[in-house]
Structures are given as structure tokens and as C-alpha cells.
């Protein structure tokens, strides 16, 4: 195959046959993938809502008899709960919701409703509850997914740098939810916010162009490098 230059070869494709696909190939495809999807993420939250359910009703001294503080659940949310307080969720129920989300994500809306019959309750604000969504969409994933990642890039610094960097990204997004979320809920909130982000903007684009390379035109400047200076220094040394 040649592409139009003489003594060149060029590359060749050889594109499959598509087909419509039938209906009832369709339908059973889909039921397979929800069927296994089910089986799944069915057995993952219910192995998770027990888990939690012994950790929930279960302490050092035993069965707690709806003494929730003296439970494991209690200790684990609330040793993490003060990470969160910045976000708007600083409550050990949020802390173990997102402990589980680790194992399944789909486990996150279960174990909220296990350990907490009023969801509202556990967030500050409206936009702490959307700073919680972001965070658990754009955190660490699940353990499964890090597992897989973890043989994918087959470098421990790598992964490292993966794992803090999905963090940091889910914290900061929740942060900024959360913070810009109160200054537009308090009076007069939405002239401050505004401002704010004018003057962001202002700096942002001062300081852009305060540190863009000035480019120079004359006969001693070639290919975007800057011999003026350099021009000068000689002919004041001669």
C-alpha cells in the first residue's frame, strides 16, 4: 500500500463488518450484565450492612444494647470525624459511610441509612451534603478498583502519588463546595462571592501576564530566544 510518495509504504485497516444488532440478543445481553451486577453488588452490601450491623451493636464489653457511643462503629467514626469537620460533615456516621464506601461504594447510601434515621441531620448545610456526594465520587474508589490499579501501574511511588492525589482532589472539591456553600447561604453571601471571584479572575490574569516571556523582534533575537541582552553585554565589553 502506498500513501502517495514513491518509496513510502502506508498503513492498512481492514475495518470489521457492522451489523445491526438483533433485539433479542440485546435483551439477553443486558439481562446477563444486570443479573451479574445484582449477584454482586447484592452480596457486597449485604455482607457490609452485617459487618456493620455486629460492629454497630457490638464493644469491648460486649453486646451494647443500643448504647451506640460504647460500640466499635463509634470508636472508628469518631477517631476520622475531625478530617471531615472542614467539609461539613464532621460526624463519626459520615466518617463510617465513607470507611465503607472503600469496600463497595454502593454500600455509602446502605450504611447511612443504618447508622443514622435522619440523613439531613448529618450535614451542616445543603452544600455540605453536596461537598459529601462530591467527595465520595472523586476519593480513593473502592478497594477492588485500587487492587486493580495497584497491578496496572506496578510502581509503589506511582501509587502512592495515585492514592494522595484522588484524596486531596475529592477534599479540595468538597472544601470548595462547602466554603463558597456558606458564603452564598449568609446575608449578603452572594455580593461577597462574587467579588471574590472577580478578584481571583484579576489576579489570576495579572499574574499571567506579569511572568509571560516578553518576545523581541529585532535582527538579534532568533527562534524565540532573546540575544539582545546578551548583544549589549558584548559590545559594552569591546
Known sequence: VRNGKKGEKGFLLEMPVYRIPDAKSVIFLLLDRLKE???????????????????????FGGYVYGQTEKSFLYGIGNAIKFIFYPLGFGNWQASVALISGLLAREAVAETI????????????????????????LLSVPCIATVAQAKRELNDNKTFVFMLAFEFLTGYIVALLINVFGKIISEPNGLIFFVFGI??????????????????????????????CKITAKRNTTI
Do not use: R
Open 37 to 59: 451486577f445484582l449477584l454482586k453488588a447484592g452480596t457486597v452490601i449485604f455482607s457490609i450492612s452485617i459487618l456493620l450491623w455486629l460492629l454497630q451493636n457490638f464493644g
Open 113 to 136: 441509612s443504618l447508622v443514622c434515621s435522619d440523613p439531613a441531620a448529618l450535614f451542616d448545610t445543603v452544600y455540605s451534603a453536596y461537598a459529601f456526594l462530591a467527595f465520595v
Open 198 to 227: 472577580i478578584i481571583i479572575v484579576t489576579v489570576i490574569v495579572g499574574l499571567s501576564v506579569m511572568l509571560k516571556p516578553k518576545k523581541c523582534n529585532c535582527k538579534h533575537c532568533t527562534k524565540g530566544e532573546c540575544k
